[in-house]
């Protein structure tokens, strides 16, 4: 599903128009970003939880010539499914 899909699902569930629907799930994705930015969860009660993971900083090989290479520490997104979105999949 894309974002446009899924703009035309959110209209038409909450009978809005599209251009509100989009700018709705603008401001979702954009909340969600900021808080994790500033290392806070986003829990969304039955859907799941947002967080931010921390990668060390590890060695790793180049795989076209075999060099040692050092990857650097960094931060990553994660999305854990709650309870109620794993039994609605099955």
Do not use: C, H, W, Y
């Given at each position: ?8 699902v ?81």
């Amino acid at each position: 599903m894309t974002k446009v899909e899924l703009t035309d699902v959110v209209a038409a569930g909450a009978g809005i128009s599209k251009a509100a629907a989009a700018k709705a799930i603008d401001s979702m994705i954009e909340g969600i970003t900021k808080a994790l930015k500033k290392g806070d969860k986003v829990t969304l009660v039955g859907f799941g939880t947002f967080s931010v993971s921390k990668r060390k900083a590890r060695k790793g090989r180049n795989p076209r010539t075999g060099e040692a290479i050092k990857i650097p520490a960094a931060k990553t997104p994660k999305f854990s499914g709650g309870k109620a979105l794993k039994q609605a999949i099955k």
